[in-house]
């Protein structure tokens, strides 16, 4: 079953394409999407890996987290499910 993963405290300038070679040298690599500011359209300095395998998963979260990467320790842990948010409008 496929894992999410998150990916913190990356440089702005990591690629996707440079995500996906690091993380796949653990395993099968599904997707990234690093999150760009809206306004700006420049990274925000995180993003998300799938992976295929949870057991790949487990190990590149356990092999990445801390590891330094284009000069920033990456942050890497199993992605939360987003809550949705609630609507606060009053009437």
Do not use: C, H, W
Not at 31 to 52: L, W
């Amino acid at each position: 079953m496929a894992k999410k993963i998150y990916v913190g405290n990356m440089n702005y300038a990591t690629t996707e394409d440079q995500l996906n070679n690091l993380f796949g040298q653990y395993g099968t690599v599904l997707s990234v999407n690093i999150i760009n500011d809206r306004d700006t359209n420049r990274p925000k300095g995180f993003g998300f890996v799938e992976m295929e395998e949870e057991d790949a998963a487990e190990a590149a979260i356990s092999a990445l987290n801390g590891f330094e990467y284009d000069g920033r320790n990456l942050r890497v842990n199993e992605a939360l499910e987003r809550k949705p948010k609630r609507n606060n409008f009053r009437y």
